[in-house]
């Protein structure tokens, strides 16, 4: 190609900005309603009631009383703990409560 001859001309491409703008909208519609949905109300969490956990750890044969307030204030602040020591077998539960601290 000699340097005197013009280059073709390249057709314009057309601007989709407009295209591209609706687009996001709809994604933003769409992910604004599963937001939405989103919202329903949630199952509450399982929560031992108080007494339940006291009546669980006075079944605990030789636990001492002070042994039972410790293990009490740290259970009721800790479903997962709970759990894990009615798991565990009745011979088990006094030393991991003692492990505890």
Known sequence: MEPNEASPEVPHKKQRTGD???????????SF?????????LPLPQVTPPAE?????????????GDILRSYGKLILS???YQALL???MNFRKEWLLMLE
């Open 20 to 30: 591209a703008i609706l687009c996001l909208l709809g994604d933003m519609k769409g």
């Open 33 to 41: 309603n599963d937001a939405l949905k989103s919202l329903e109300p």
């Open 53 to 65: 956990i006291l009546a669980t750890l006075e079944m605990i044969p030789d636990l001492a009383r």
């Open 79 to 81: 479903e997962r703990l």
């Open 87 to 89: 798991e565990l077998p």
